[in-house]
């Protein structure tokens, strides 16, 4: 079985101890935590209290204090009463027995590797249950029971997560928390469901609004755009146009094909990789120009499987990719750092503020329909003409785009 999970060293010890040398009758080698008793036990102490692992022996004895002391450790240096752990389901698995993979973490991340290997998930989404799985792990400990978490433990969590996170980011992180858990009810490892309290949720919708504003528009003007366009290289000139003309991100452009355009009647039939929900638009001369002139000037890609993309780096790789850590490699945002920078055009924007410029200039034509249908956005659950509504004519995903060049490229007004 895999180790998904690395626990934390079992030699390492938070617990002060201010003494130079031990006292009479007692002995604690350099790797091993505990000390022997007076009264013949092995013993602890932490925040002026002894606590106890068993009676001293041979190894056996020695090393079954070991594992007490373990299994009882994030307890005690929490200030908690050690609970009881037979057959009950840990968060994680004991690093004195990491092959074991019987915790609540391994076994989620089992079943999502099995997802990973029939292409059902990606790396990505695989790498970020991982990260959230060692996140429980650190703050709640190995040996914590899954079934005695309570709403103090979540409390403790949130705020964690709080330190280092937005609240789109800490809202995500949370949720990902409540799927793993969820796992553990739905799977019957847990008689009850978890109870998270009322703290552990989501930002407010109120503070999310509260961070929009404070951050500013995220979107970039038409002036900003076309300067954009001046400076970029071919291929990321097109990408600049195919993200404002389509509302395609990077990851879309990384694995757009050459099959999903058609340079000739101008459509992109592309549904989004992220989804799988279909998404038809209608592309630009000017589009279709800088894509055909990035088309020409491609470099060959070095793995066959890339052939068919229409976007390949110099080194003859994908421009935006996810390595063996789950870490996303994109070069396309790095690039487009860089033309930002060269232009010192500033703001909390990146290149996905292409899409989000496209979905606020294309929601001006008053055809929101049309627009979702574009940015490939999902039916909401309760609109029910989206589940009836089979097709879009071409004329009104047409009208949204051209609203959009419009703004981007107005014509010229006539001379009298």
């Known amino acids: 079985m895999i180790q998904f999970i690395e626990p934390m060293a079992a030699t390492k010890d938070s617990s002060p101890d201010t003494r130079k040398t031990p006292a009479k009758g007692r002995r604690k080698s350099e790797l091993f935590p505990l000390w022997e008793h007076p009264s013949g036990r092995w013993c602890k102490k932490v925040a002026q209290k002894v ?12 090393q079954k204090a070991l594992e007490k002391w373990l299994d009882q450790k994030d307890d005690i240096l929490a200030g908690r009463n050690p609970r009881a752990r037979s057959g009950a389901l840990l968060l994680g698995d004991p690093p004195h027995d990491p092959d074991s993979a019987v915790g609540l973490v391994n076994r989620f991340l089992s079943s999502k590797q099995a997802l990973l ?3 059902e998930i990606t790396v990505r989404t695989f790498h970020d249950y991982k990260r959230t799985c060692q996140t429980l792990v650190d703050v709640l400990g190995w040996s914590q029971r899954v079934d005695a978490l309570t709403p103090e433990d979540f409390e403790r969590l949130r705020s964690h997560l709080a330190k280092s996170r937005g609240h789109v980011a800490l809202g995500n992180e949370i949720n990902k928390t409540k799927i793993i858990l969820k796992y ?19 930002p407010s919708r109120k503070a999310l609004r509260l961070e929009r504003i404070k951050r500013g528009p995220r979107i970039f003007e038409a002036p900003e755009i076309k300067r954009m366009l001046d400076k970029a290289s071919s291929a990321l000139k097109a990408m600049v146009l195919l993200g404002i003309n389509a509302g395609l991100g990077q990851s879309d452009l990384a694995q757009l094909p050459q099959s999903a355009v058609d340079l000739k009647s101008g459509w992109l039939n592309y549904p989004r990789p992220k989804t799988g929900i279909e998404r038809r638009c209608w592309l630009w001369p000017e589009t279709c120009a800088a894509l055909q002139a990035a088309l020409v000037k491609r470099p060959l890609p070095a793995d066959a499987a890339d052939a068919d993309l229409c976007f390949i780096t110099k080194r003859g790789s994908r421009w935006s990719r996810v390595n063996e850590k789950g870490t996303v490699v994109c070069a396309i945002s790095q690039e487009f750092k860089k033309l ?29 329909v049309a627009v979702d249908h574009v940015m490939g956005h999902a039916p909401a ?17 047409m009208a949204v785009a051209e609203h959009v060049r ?3 490229f107005p014509p010229k007004k006539k001379s009298r």
């Open 117 to 119: 290997e029939t292409g």
């Open 406 to 408: 419009r703004w981007l």
């Open 381 to 397: 659950s309760n609109d029910m003409s989206a589940v009836y509504r089979q097709r879009i004519e071409d004329d009104r995903l």
């Open 51 to 62: 606590w106890y692992f068993g009676k001293i022996g041979g190894e056996a004895e020695k």
């Open 184 to 202: 553990a009810a739905d799977n019957r490892l847990i008689p009850l469901a978890i109870a998270y309290g009322q703290s552990f949720k989501r």
């Open 340 to 368: 930002m920078d060269s232009l010192e055009i500033n703001g909390h924007r990146g290149f996905y503020s292409l899409r989000r410029g496209f979905e606020t200039i294309g929601g001006n034509s008053r055809d929101q």
